[in-house]
């Protein structure tokens, strides 16, 4: 029993040593669970979704775009999974875990260390027959106060991950109108194919009949050639618009992340009160835009964070004040050897070698980019606000007058020739059907021009593409039932 007690106070100490060994160690746990509660606030505080799922080969990808794909889905279509969306994330993850870096500085650090050494004692060692010379520590360091530094530091982190968090949401924006374009780009490519196609079959009907007349001697070689050359011209336009239905569609399926299944048939929108809609003048949309657009609000806290470790830079010279208290186990006793220390300490360097110019210069040239960026983005923002209206205007007004001509012309035109089939001066209908289809191309083609126009407006401002596209949910601007378009369609 009594060498028992020897080895537990050898190892553990006696009395009061007990008490403050004790001390420490609640002490070192307590401030380990203070670091985890700290964690845990820090990650409970962004409230965005999980970060998506990486395997080996790559990115999970998601459901698969339905075969009949409508606007209301195009719209809602989620987008953490795209590739686009997933390079901004992982972006806003690496300076989430840069600000986490910084702030674990100024956190309490809890290590344990140790040794195991055998020793030859020297002649004046008071125990010159003990060769173990082993020790077990444990430390605990707390930043006390650097005169602001890792405050700066602090918040420097915080406005880069805002501006991340911005450039993410805008990413997001972005990805959205390149898929409504690409949305754009599949039910143009289906009706330019119909109209083609109906083009073709007129003039196949015409090159056979002019065969058929050659045989009674009604035509020449002549005219049976430019009849073939205008129908093989027309083929080649609609092998060209059937590929492009393929290629349209395959581009959609990838750009939303979804490349699983290509959608067979689309939904047409009705985004006729876009005509009508009032367009914003020049000077407010500029001063909404340069207040609200996501992109230059992210350069703006990347400022904020630039200056801030501009600010950090310049201290890097100043005192750094810690307090740390040590708890160690010797198995070999000496003079300085102490079981328990505790103190505060200063550090304050004197010379870095020049490191502290060179993180003021490094700091100084990120503050003189980001100001770079941030005016060469106000000027593009003046510049696409002016675009954009002037565009808006065109479309609602000359552009809504051709196709309204157009459309006139092409009723018109279908309503002579089909008097002058039923009086049999004429053997078909002609191009009118043709001209018809055309007409309805024109008609897209402007209205979904003018369609990105204003989403283009609404990335801008950091409106919704529903509010801005659609209006109010139940007005008369909600997607109809609207006609389909397939990939199958044939006149």
């Not at 173990?132 to 106060?145: E, I, T, V």
């Not at 405050?151 to 420097?156: G, I, K, S």
């Not at 340069?290 to 201290?315: F, I, V, W, Y």
């Not at 002058?420 to 053997?427: C, I």
Request: glycine share 6%.
């Amino acid at each position: 029993m009594e060498a028992t007690r020897m080895v537990k106070a050898r190892l553990f100490g006696t009395g009061q040593s007990v008490g403050r060994g004790r001390s420490i160690v609640l002490a070192a746990l307590a401030s380990c669970l203070l670091v985890g509660f700290a964690d845990s606030k820090a990650l409970a505080a962004d409230n965005l979704p999980p970060p998506p799922t990486v395997e080996d080969d790559g990115l999970v990808e998601p459901e698969a775009l339905p075969d009949k794909l409508t606007f209301d889905q195009v719209l809602d279509l989620p987008l953490e999974n795209q590739y686009g969306v997933v390079g901004a994330r992982a972006r806003y993850e690496r300076r989430r875990a840069e600000q986490e870096m910084i702030r674990s500085s100024n956190r309490p650090q809890v290590t344990v260390d140790g040794r195991l050494r055998y020793v030859e004692p020297g002649d004046l060692a008071v125990e010159n027959d003990q060769h173990d010379d082993h020790r077990a520590g444990l430390s605990l360091r707390q930043k006390l106060f650097d005169f602001g530094r890792q405050q700066d530091r602090e918040a420097a982190a915080e406005a880069r991950l805002v501006g991340e968090r911005l450039s993410l949401l805008d990413e997001q924006k972005r990805q959205r109108l390149a898929i409504l374009r690409a949305y754009f780009d599949v039910l143009l490519a289906d009706q330019r194919y119909q109209a083609l196609n109906e083009r073709m079959a007129i003039l196949f009907i015409r090159y056979d009949r002019a065969r058929d007349r050659r045989e009674l001697g009604q035509t020449s070689d002549y005219d049976i050639a430019v009849f073939e050359r205008d129908y093989q011209d027309a083929m080649l336009q609609r092998a060209r618009a059937d590929a492009d239905r393929r290629l349209t569609r395959r581009h959609l399926a990838e750009i939303t992340g979804r490349p699983g299944r290509l959608p067979r048939s689309l939904e047409a929108p009705s985004l006729t009160r876009l005509f009508e809609r009032e367009v914003p003048a020049v000077g407010d949309l500029i001063e909404t835009a340069l207040q609200e657009d996501l992109a230059l609000n992210a350069l703006r806290h990347r400022h904020d964070g630039s200056k801030s470790d501009l600010t950090a830079a310049r201290g890097g010279n100043l005192p750094s004040i810690h307090g740390e208290v040590n708890a160690d186990h010797y198995s070999r006793e000496g003079a300085t050897r102490d079981p328990f220390r505790a103190g505060v300490y200063i550090e304050f360097p004197l010379f870095r070698g020049g490191a502290r110019d060179a993180e003021i210069a490094a700091a100084q040239a990120d503050r003189m980019g980001v100001v770079a960026r941030m005016a060469e983005r106000e000027a593009d923002i003046r510049r696409y606000a002016t675009e954009l209206v002037e565009m808006i205007r065109v479309h609602q007004s000359i552009g809504k007058q051709r196709i309204d001509a157009l459309d006139s012309y092409a009723d018109l035109n279908f309503m002579r020739n089909q008097t002058l089939y039923q009086m049999e001066k004429a053997a078909d209908l002609g191009d009118a059907m043709t001209e018809m289809s055309m007409a309805k191309l024109e008609r897209m083609q402007t209205t979904y021009a003018l369609a990105m126009r204003w989403a283009e407006v609404a990335l801008l401002t950091n409106q919704s593409l529903e509010a801005v596209l659609l209006g109010e949910p139940g007005g008369s601007d909600e997607v109809n039932g609207g006609e389909d378009t397939t990939e199958d369609e044939r006149s």
